[in-house]
């Protein structure tokens, strides 16, 4: 066998104990978790924002970002339910240099994912007691779950993940919504086929296990646009595109058809400046289609301290380490104009 056995990791139950999350922030979460179920259920007509850095790297300059948003959440709250992107397994996309915090070096400088585990849930529930705002981040790895099931209140699946059934089965699982994202190849029907799957009951083995889960209705689609043979990027925001995709959900059973705009990544072209537009014109698409309108539920927007992107050692606080984002002066704005806009 070639897997060389370092060291057995504590349990979810285990780091959970450690770090606990309080009754007083288990309130925060249990209203928190309504507020967006119901705009996912149609309750509510408020617009989802799913917004912060690309990889939550740092954990002094993203729980500053979150306080921050938290202050402009009390503004906004009317119109908007601001949901902070704490992104604690983001690695870069290629597999080298960063892998997310959880990949917790030691004073060797050697992994250590002890550390990281316990980095990553301490790093969410610091957020919450700091700003109220409970988060959303993307499960890239499916056995990690269980240590922050009890803290997020939206976890997004990538477009790499998308179509893995581990994925797929654990997502049914949650008591969250579930973002689902279009594949790189930009294919409408893998990402339908992914919500549709996460929404039924299942039988599988985890962690050690035989479970089995209740099928998760909160699940749904994210539109991150695709790229083609040449690398070319193609956006998927357009009021076409979505018109597509709700001809698509009409014609599949699956409950609560929704959809968040991910206002970057091939959206974008990884211009970030442009979410500002984006954001704005899918705002627009919903004004002028009711359909559309209760379709589309909110957007995802990648913002930091300070805008753009810095290499691994440069140390610039506050700045991503991965994808440019938008800084903080363009995030403000733009979080109210657009509940002026909704």
């Not at 408020?46 to 202050?71: H, M, Q, T, W």
């Not at 998760?216 to 998927?236: D, E, F, M, T, Y």
């Not at 606080?317 to 995030?331: E, M, N, R, V």
Request: net charge negative.
């Amino acid at each position: 066998m070639s897997f060389e056995y370092i060291q057995k990791l504590p349990t979810p139950d285990e780091i959970r104990e450690k770090f606990p999350l309080t009754k007083e922030l288990a309130l925060i979460k249990q209203e928190r978790d309504k507020l967006i179920s119901d705009v996912f259920t149609g309750k509510s007509d408020k617009f989802l924002v799913i917004i912060g850095p690309c990889s939550a790297d740092n954990e002094d300059s993203v729980c500053e970002y979150v306080s921050r948003l938290g202050k402009v959440n009390d503004k906004v709250k009317d119109k908007l339910v601001l949901i902070p992107r704490i992104y604690t397994n983001k690695p870069r996309t290629t597999g080298e240099g960063y892998k997310g915090i959880t990949s917790q070096p030691d004073p060797e400088g050697k992994t250590d994912f002890h550390a990281g585990l316990i980095a990553m849930r301490h790093m969410q529930l610091k957020s919450i007691e700091e700003s109220g705002l409970t988060a959303a981040d993307e499960m890239l790895y499916p056995e990690n779950w269980g240590y922050v099931a009890d803290i997020l209140s939206y976890v997004a699946i990538g477009a790499r993940s998308v179509e893995d059934q581990a994925h797929r089965m654990t997502a049914s699982g949650f008591d969250v919504p579930a973002g689902m994202k279009n594949p790189t190849s930009g294919t409408l029907s893998v990402m339908l086929n992914s919500v549709y799957a996460a929404q039924q009951s299942h039988c599988f083995v985890y962690r050690g296990y035989e479970v089995k889960t209740n099928g998760n209705p909160l699940a749904h689609c994210v539109l991150r646009g695709s790229s083609n043979k040449h690398g070319q990027s193609i956006p998927n925001y357009h009021y076409e595109d979505l018109s597509l995709l709700l001809q698509l959900y009409n014609q599949r059973e699956i409950v609560n058809p929704a959809a968040i705009i991910d206002c970057n990544h091939n959206n974008s072209n990884k211009q970030f400046k442009e979410q500002i537009r984006i954001a704005k014109e899918v705002l627009h698409s919903r004004s002028l289609n009711n359909d559309i309108k209760s379709l589309v539920k909110g957007v995802m927007i990648e913002s930091y301290l300070e805008e753009g992107s810095q290499k691994i050692g440069e140390g610039i606080y506050g700045k991503s380490i991965t994808d440019p984002c938008l800084g903080w002066d363009d995030t403000e704005r733009l979080i109210l104009e657009m509940a002026e806009l909704v």
